[in-house]
């Protein structure tokens, strides 16, 4: 969308619109129902072949997407929810491939991507596409959008480089190893900090002991679950705990008032992404198990 001009939105209005999806608080939420809960806190409708999906979140404007190219490739437009001439033309965007190799590109530069492997693109870069190499077994790219003020450098983060902090233990069933791929200490951004969790067999609690941060919003991706497989996930505040079952590549939205732990039937990923007002991956108001209700 090279040369868009910013009010070429209008033009847009025929094209698929983002989900809107509006987070309930912490007042309201102890009297929703299962079904209140999830349409307020789950995104359950990504990853669709051919499709670019998107779902955009009154919680710190947050847009939670996902890529799965085919035999063509997929372009990024903006959406007229946006007002904007193109998507990160006040945006940042953090991008996970979760599938088989594939690539984005960003005005004119390929970025491969295998599994696991991520980018970071900055605000302003007008032309994101992306594609897979093998149609049969394509890459499944998740888009994690924030605000941005101002404008980092697109940075490939390549999963085999990327260390891993190692945390729990089998004795507690959550043993998991950790991997940050865009923070203060590693590629930057304007807010957006984003990485990924893997559980080893054995393991399946996350994120334990919990915490919160009301400094910033969540969002949990869970994904390489078994078609039966489920995640229980647990929000709320400390006293007041609910939870919402998950299965394969669904997406959970966490406010800052609530924890966001959870437990599979199997061992599992997921991927972790953060928008708000502070990048410090230690900033967390802990809990003990005990004072969950």
């Known amino acids: 969308m090279a040369g868009v001009n910013r009010l070429n939105y209008i033009a847009l209005e025929d ?11 912490a007042v309201r939420y102890p009297r929703m129902t299962t079904e209140e809960l999830r349409s307020a806190f789950l995104v359950d409708d990504l990853f ?3 499709r670019i999906d998107l779902a955009y979140v009154d919680l710190d404007r947050t847009v939670i997407g996902s890529a799965v190219p085919l035999a ?3 372009t990024l437009e903006t959406d007229p929810d946006l007002r904007a001439g193109y998507f990160t033309e006040r945006r940042e965007l953090g991008v996970l491939n979760i599938g088989g190799a594939g690539a984005v590109h960003v005005d004119g530069a390929d970025y491969e991507s295998g599994p696991l492997d991520a980018l970071y693109v900055g605000r302003g870069r007008e032309v994101i596409r992306f594609s897979s190499r093998d149609a049969s077994a394509p890459a499944e790219f998740y888009l994690l959008s924030y605000p941005a003020h101002a404008s980092y450098p697109v940075a490939r983060v390549d999963a085999g480089a990327v260390e891993r902090a190692e945390l729990g233990s089998p004795e507690t069933a959550n043993h998991r190893r950790i991997a940050r791929l865009i923070h203060l200490d590693g590629v930057r951004s304007c807010q957006l900090v984003m990485g990924f969790t893997q559980l080893t067999a054995g393991s399946v609690w996350n994120t334990m002991p919990p ?21 229980v996930h647990l929000m709320g505040p400390a006293h007041q705990t609910r939870h919402i079952v998950v299965a394969n590549k669904q997406a959970v939205v966490s406010p800052g008032w609530s924890i966001h732990a959870g437990v599979g039937t199997a061992s599992y990923s997921f991927c972790w992404g953060m ?6 991956y230690s900033d967390m108001d802990p809990l003990t198990i005990a004072e969950l209700l």
């Open 48 to 50: 669709q072949p051919g």
């Open 275 to 280: 928008g708000g007002e502070n990048q410090v």
């Open 15 to 25: 094209a698929p619109r983002m989900r809107l999806i509006q987070v309930a608080d």
């Open 211 to 231: 915490h919160t941060h009301m400094r910033r919003s969540e969002v949990y991706l869970y994904f390489n679950l078994g078609p039966a497989d489920r995640v």
């Open 72 to 74: 063509e490739p997929l």
